[in-house]
């Protein structure tokens, strides 16, 4: 699986958007990207997945360049709630191997 | 919505205690994965199921050992608990094929003394 790289931290203020960037400059063609977050003391929670299009729902927006090379994670009106640390992974799907999570981006949110 | 249940949320053992972590999932999920977490480490997989009575090591087995009799357990056992191994544990499933997102129990906080 392709290695990410991800800010340490970030913050925002409530009710902005928070962009959150990852690159993966070794991505494969058949690698998805995916996005999870931890709020503390909590599991990992899954939030959005992609391959090359754009991708919405309820929780976020995934933007993915066209070279694949990087993407970014869109919460579009940031709350408290959202304070957690987010995790980008990318890997190939239909296949039982393991799953490696790197260190994340803890995002703040202000009030 | 598939439920992870990890069967503690606290733990405390002793040094040398051997120490079971069983985790359930509730989807019919052929893999499971067994995950710990520190303070500036993130997340580390120690092992990880495919299959019934399948096992892979991730980066970190040494000193854990794992059981899959059953589809919806998956064990984690350390056969000798150390210091170190103080930690918060993560189960997770995941169904092979199609939608591939991983759901996670809510964790065990293991203090070994």
């Known amino acids: 699986d392709a290695k990410t790289t991800q800010p340490t931290s970030m913050d925002c203020a409530e009710g902005r958007a928070a962009n959150l960037p990852c690159n993966h400059s070794?991505?494969?063609?058949?690698?998805?990207v995916y996005w999870y977050r931890q709020i503390h003391s909590q599991g990992p929670q899954y939030i959005i997945h992609?391959?090359?299009n754009n991708e919405t729902n309820e929780m976020a927006s995934l933007i993915i360049t066209e070279d694949r090379k990087s993407s970014t994670l869109i919460l579009p009106h940031a709350t408290l709630r959202d304070t957690a640390v987010y995790y980008c992974?990318?890997?190939?799907?239909?296949?039982?191997?393991?799953?490696?999570f790197g260190s994340g981006t803890r995002l703040s949110i202000r009030p | 919505d598939v439920k992870v249940t990890q069967s503690s949320r606290y733990l405390v053992k002793r040094t040398g205690e051997k120490v079971f972590l069983e985790c359930v999932q509730d989807?019919?999920?052929?893999?499971m994965f067994w995950y710990r977490q520190d303070p500036g480490l993130g997340l580390r997989l120690i092992y990880f199921?495919?299959?019934?009575?399948?096992?892979e090591k991730g980066d970190i087995p040494e000193g854990y050992s794992v059981s899959r009799e059953k589809k919806e357990r998956f064990s984690l056992i350390l056969e000798s608990a150390s210091t170190n191994q103080t930690s918060m544990y993560l189960c997770?499933?995941?169904?092979?094929?199609?939608?591939?997102?991983?759901?996670f129990g809510s964790g065990t906080q293991l203090s070994v003394l």
């Open positions: 199921s495919y299959d019934v009575k399948m096992k």
């Open positions: 992609g391959l090359k």
């Open positions: 989807m019919d999920h052929e893999n």
């Open positions: 070794t991505i494969s063609g058949n690698e998805y």
């Open positions: 997770a499933s995941r169904l092979t094929g199609g939608d591939e997102k991983l759901f």
């Open positions: 992974i990318v890997r190939v799907d239909s296949s039982a191997s393991k799953i490696i």
